[in-house]
């Protein structure tokens, strides 16, 4: 049985297609289409489906969608419609940008937002783009769908993810994100294949739009540069704490309200306009923004233990995509065990969303099947083998050549201070580059960090992460754990600080990730390489993108990265390439 997921509803829409409990494979559109997050999060962008990530999909599986047996979309507008389900017209006013609720939240676009989303069966039947449209043949039949459509309700879909590819037989799960239908937050009890829910708080109420305002006023892309601000946090102190008390309070039963209007302004001082200079009073004001979310998260978890009395906790939803949030949790929370979700944000849903409707039909049907699928990698994008990567390189004549040790002769690049675009094996699923879609660097020399932002273009108070062998970590991050998807920070050892400088944020953590060889081999074998000739077991690993790009997925995505950026050197697949500077 196939079940493919869809994430369409607010931003980064994405695809997954699980086959009887395992997941096949999961990719967010923007990808393949390059815009970044796929869309914005507006009502008129609501009707794009992620066809290119659908299409991706079904190819890896090698079936068309008129052999997948279930669709599972990660909204359900039913929850909303209400006496509106009965009508056959929506109505919009005039000028809907003008009547802006007094919750800031809420708008009168929502009815187009809903008509868009009931309507998603027939978009994605009708709508995939020229190219691709074999793939979405053929899938009505006597005006009828041959796949049996389920819209899943958003949070739930956030807590599948979090909770069935978890290493758990039961947990505590709480969900953190902007919004869904109504639930801004949602707490679970998972155990075995079931998913009890224990309580939510609803809109207006919500840690991530909170996040978002600040983020806009802060002078940054809301919905997109939230983990901008969580940087910027740590150059400051929350001064402004007792302002944001004021804001967001705690209550009962993992509850809290946020107080409307936020007169951030009047409260905070002027909003800072994107490219004004970063001034202390804006890292304090993200020091004490950063200071409540952790405080309030913290009261909300020890409602949940108290509640589910388990020793272990699952988290998706955009706000636990912030590794210094988790890190506080697991340091001072009442939970022993914390599981994140690598694709927390909302193309997550996705994969939730299609785990959950292939558990429910598989047991509806009698199967009295349990949970089968524990997420070890997020390996599961697009794949490009030798003969496809050598085959592009001749067409777009580019100089290469092949490496006969790969990973001694990469490692001896890094050793040099050499920064190499690494583009190998299968891409990951999620906002992260794990090692297969990264820039890598070595993490010693002293400018390396800068060298990085300048290549990207990125601000330079932005930290980047390092890799480690996960049996080395211990020697050089204090009370390290396994942490394959950079969602949690260390703190650096004292002594070791000194020879790994770049790898070491302002507050002295880093956001590490831990490697082993069976989670990728080809990632692991560089490190180790690295290690042998350097005596440090780590590398500075980030996304391999550009500003405004996404993550790269093909060869000519990463052909096209390397030649428009300063990066010194590209290795793709078992191939090196140069620029003419750089070729001897």
Not at 200 to 229: A, C, W
Not at 547 to 567: H, K, N, R, T, Y
Request: net charge negative.
């Amino acid at each position: 049985m196939y079940t493919l997921g869809i994430n369409a509803a607010f931003h980064d829409p994405s695809a997954c297609l699980v086959k009887d409990g395992q997941v096949i494979a999961a990719a967010e559109d923007e990808r393949f289409t390059h815009v970044k997050h796929g869309k914005r999060p507006v009502p008129f962008t609501t009707y794009f489906l992620p066809h290119h990530a659908i299409d991706y999909c079904l190819k890896e599986a090698g079936i068309k969608l008129n052999q997948v047996d279930h669709v599972a979309y990660s909204f359900n507008p039913h929850i909303l419609l209400g006496e509106l389900e009965e009508q056959e017209f929506l109505q919009l006013p005039l000028n809907p940008s003008a009547k802006r609720s007094a919750d800031e939240i809420s708008s009168p676009w929502d009815s187009l937002f809903l008509a868009y989303i009931v309507n998603a069966p027939g978009q994605l039947a009708d709508g995939a783009p020229f190219h691709m449209q074999s793939r979405f043949q053929n899938v009505r039949v006597n005006g009828h769908f041959s796949y049996q459509w389920h819209f899943v309700e958003h949070h739930l879909s956030h807590a599948a993810s979090a909770f069935l590819p978890s290493p758990f037989d039961e947990a505590a799960v709480m969900t953190l994100d902007g919004r869904g239908e109504k639930a801004t937050t949602s707490y679970y009890m998972g155990k075995g294949s079931s998913l009890k829910q224990l309580g939510q708080v609803d809109m207006p109420n919500s840690l991530g739009i909170l996040y978002e305002r600040l983020t806009d006023y802060l002078g940054f892309l809301h919905s997109s540069d939230e983990f901008k601000v969580m940087a910027l946090a740590s150059y400051g102190e929350p001064r402004y704490l007792d302002a944001f008390n004021e804001i967001l309070q705690v209550g009962e039963k993992g509850n809290f309200t946020v107080n409307y209007p936020l007169n951030l302004e009047e409260r905070l001082g002027p909003r800072r306009q994107k490219g004004d200079p970063l001034e202390q009073r804006h890292f304090d004001i993200a020091s004490s923004l950063q200071t409540a979310l952790e405080n309030a998260v913290l009261k909300l978890s020890e409602w949940l233990h108290e509640v589910t009395g388990s020793d272990n906790l699952c988290m998706a939803g955009g706000v636990a995509l912030n590794c210094v949030m988790n890190s506080r949790l697991r340091d001072r929370g009442p939970f022993k065990n914390i599981w994140v979700q690598p694709a927390s944000g909302d193309a997550g849903t996705a994969l939730g969303a299609a785990l959950w409707v292939d558990l429910v039909q598989r047991n509806m049907v009698g199967e009295n099947v349990e949970r089968e699928y524990q997420m070890d990698h997020v390996f599961l994008g697009p794949k490009y083998s030798e003969d496809e990567i050598e085959k592009f390189l001749r067409q777009a004549m580019i100089p290469y050549r092949r490496l006969n040790n790969l990973y001694d002769e990469v490692a001896e690049m890094l050793e040099q201070g050499k920064v190499v675009a690494w583009f190998q094996d299968r891409m990951e699923f999620g906002p992260r580059a794990l090692g297969s879609r990264s820039l890598l660097a070595s993490p010693m020399p002293q400018d390396m960090k800068d060298r990085l932002n300048y290549i990207k273009s990125r601000e330079d108070f932005r930290p980047v992460a390092p890799v480690v062998l996960e049996e080395e970590a211990p020697n050089w991050f204090k009370d390290v754990e396994i942490s394959p998807y950079m969602l949690f920070v260390y703190d650096v050892f004292e002594d070791k600080a000194d020879k790994i400088p770049t790898a070491r944020h302002v507050d002295g953590t880093a956001r590490v990730q831990t490697i082993r060889r069976d989670q990728n081999p080809a990632y692991y074998d560089l490190v180790k390489a690295f290690y042998k000739r350097t005596g440090v077991p780590i590398l500075i690993n980030t996304s391999l993108n550009i500003l405004g790009e996404p993550i790269v997925c093909s060869p000519q995505d990463a052909i096209e990265c390397f030649w428009i950026s300063p990066i010194e050197a590209l290795v793709i697949g078992p191939f090196l390439v140069v620029k003419p500077e750089n070729s001897a």
